[in-house]
């Protein structure tokens, strides 16, 4: 079971990316994916999650309207434009089975997810 992002990089403010998180081993059907970002010094903060099961999706209020998470298949998108240098932060993919969870009811917790990428390195500034 392995998750793993790529799309990280420097951009200046204004600019976008677009990160992915790809999982081997098993399959997304049936499990929560969010997206988490750790700046230096602080906890991990939950982005962005998205059922794969109803396709419902949620943002932190800092990031919406900017962000979109999407699925194809066995990889999770994270599209983010219009970053700003407090976007600044390595960012994780992490994945849980939906049984018995469900974010929108239970809170969106790094706590609550099993399966997690590397991280990738997001940097905005000019």
């Known amino acids: 079971v392995q998750l793993v992002e790529s799309g990280g990089g420097s951009v200046q403010p204004g600019g976008s990316l677009r990160l992915s998180c790809a999982a081997s081993?098993?399959?997304?059907?049936?499990?929560?994916i969010g997206w988490f970002r750790q700046a230096p010094g602080k906890e991990h903060e939950g982005v962005s999650w998205?059922?794969?099961?109803?396709?419902s999706t949620n943002y932190a209020e800092s990031v919406k309207g900017r962000f979109t998470i999407s699925r194809d298949k066995n990889t999770v998108h994270l599209r983010m434009n219009s970053l700003k240098p407090e976007d600044t932060a390595v960012y994780y993919c992490?994945?849980?089975?939906?049984?018995?969870?469900?974010?929108?009811?239970?809170?969106?917790?790094?706590?609550?997810?099993?399966?997690w990428g590397q991280g990738t390195q997001v940097s905005v500034s000019s």
């Open positions: 081993g098993f399959t997304l059907d049936y499990y929560i």
């Open positions: 992490a994945a849980r089975h939906e049984l018995g969870y469900d974010p929108a009811r239970d809170g969106f917790s790094p706590y609550e997810f099993d399966y």
């Open positions: 998205i059922s794969s099961s109803s396709g």
